[in-house]
């Protein structure tokens, strides 16, 4: 058994790639799944999607063949060309594959280093999938180990101290435009989110006052109510009311399509500072002399110079990851022993009894003794194994042994 991811992320791709990449609903990702693990080869699957990243993370017994399927069915459901995906995907096999996961979840892969909502983001992932019947113990036992090797990164680094998300680095380099004028501004935020509540909170503390949009008036009044006195809420019926009157804004939304577009635009006499912080895209394409339009992807420098502040951290963050991973095979080489040692003794108990049956047949032992020999014949075998047992267990969390399980269970038949 096999572990593998194929990630599209701002690492490797371009955002308008991973707009197109987006399942529209929650039924589209449930189809997607489905449809995977009915390859025999793919037994487990999960997807994580983020504004950051799709990534397709599988648990197989072909890494060739579940390669090159993940490939085909995201090209039918996105409509991308198979070919683009290939180039533009970056593949981890195994070892790489588990050192992907736990980077991912510690926050280490992330646009904004030490950000906090990854972690939450997959566990909602699995838990998704572990629902509908596409994830299951094999993708959960290297989650477990993600999730401690995230812990620890968290305890013994600085990396997540204040964390930071792309709200928040949004909201800071509005601050870094207005300076202190930003104090007593009102900013437009779209969207009631875990995005939207964090840059909300960061505007808060400049001094801002913030005007929340939502879908449904009284969810987002509610929000509103949480976050403080100092927060006012409308419905997104209005967008082009407030789209003319204030110069900032934030939009994070799940929309598919863009919500704010040039026809919108009645008023474009006055400076605006917009942050677009969806995938897909909130905001259209926008030609204004007056507005600077920050997409995700615009905040990479901003998150470089986050990782640079962060890099000795990042550093060691790195080595608890490689340590995890070490720990994570031992376990997983030595649970895998287990079925072996287990089969070999029913192979054994079935001999046992056969051969009992056998000698009472042909008056070779009186039936009363049965019992008597039976458990003889246990006591034997189970002295016998003994040391074989223990080494073999051994045996399976060296590194360089481990051959040594496949063989053994091709010696003795079992379906390993």
Known sequence: MYYQVLSFNHHNCEQSLREELVFKDEQEKRNFLDELV??????????????????????????FSSYHTILGLLSKQSNVDFYRLKSSGRR????EAIIHIFSVVSSLDSLVIGESQITGQVKEAFKFSDENGTAGPKLKSVLNYASKCAAEVRNITKISENPISIASVAVAQAHKIYGDNISGMRSVIIGGGEMGK?????????????????????KTQKIAEELGENVKADTVEKLVKYVNRYRLLFSATSAQEPIIEPRMIENANFDRVWFDMAIPKDIGEINLEKLKLFRIDDLKSISNENYALKQEQAIRAKEIVLDYKDEFYIWLKKFSIEPVIRDMRLQVQAS?????????????????????MNKMAEQMFKDFLHNPTKNLRKSSTETENSDKVEIIAEIFNIDY
């Open 38 to 63: 009915e390859f025999k080869f793919i037994h487990e699957a999960y997807v994580v999607s983020t504004c950051n990243r799709v990534e397709i993370v599988v648990a197989t017994s072909d890494n």
């Open 92 to 95: 981890y096999d195994d070892e």
């Open 198 to 218: 964090i840059a909300a909170k960061n505007l808060l503390r400049l001094g801002c006052d913030v005007l929340l949009l939502g879908r449904d008036l009284e």
């Open 352 to 372: 046992i009894e056969k051969e009992l049956e056998r000698a009472i047949a042909k008056k070779f032992v009186p039936a009363e003794y049965k019992d008597n």
